[in-house]
Nanobody
């Protein structure tokens, strides 16, 4: 079992920045990919960014966040990060951390609201 706990969400003005964290615990041995997804009100869940935890390589970013968001990890701390810059109102969503291996795991999500 793997547990994922997101933090760092909140209210930010357009153009501002936030950094999300995802603390992972449990048996991470079979986890090879981790990522961030989001679900905006009335919309389907969409990919934000994913990375390969073994190689540290970035797999992909969602088109709407390329050049503004950066995914990273600290494997020693079993923590995944999402640095979000130049935030827009359309980035408002619940952001979820996910871990993929033999099973898929999801966190509870953290709310990000971009509004003036």
């Amino acid at each position: 079992q793997v547990q994922l706990v997101e933090s760092g969400g909140g209210l930010v003005q357009p153009g501002g920045s936030l950094k999300l964290s995802c603390a992972a615990s449990g048996n991470m041995n079979d986890i090879n990919v981790m990522g961030w997804y989001r679900r905006a009100p009335g919309k389907q869940r969409e990919l934000v960014a994913r990375m390969n935890m073994e190689s540290g390589g970035i797999l992909n970013y969602g088109d709407s966040v390329k050049g503004r968001f950066t995914i990273s990890s600290d494997n020693a701390k079993n923590t995944l990060y999402l640095q979000m810059n130049s935030l827009k109102p359309e980035d408002t969503a619940v952001y979820y951390c996910a871990a993929f291996g033999w099973r898929n795991y999801w966190g509870q999500g953290t709310q990000v609201t971009v509004s003036s």
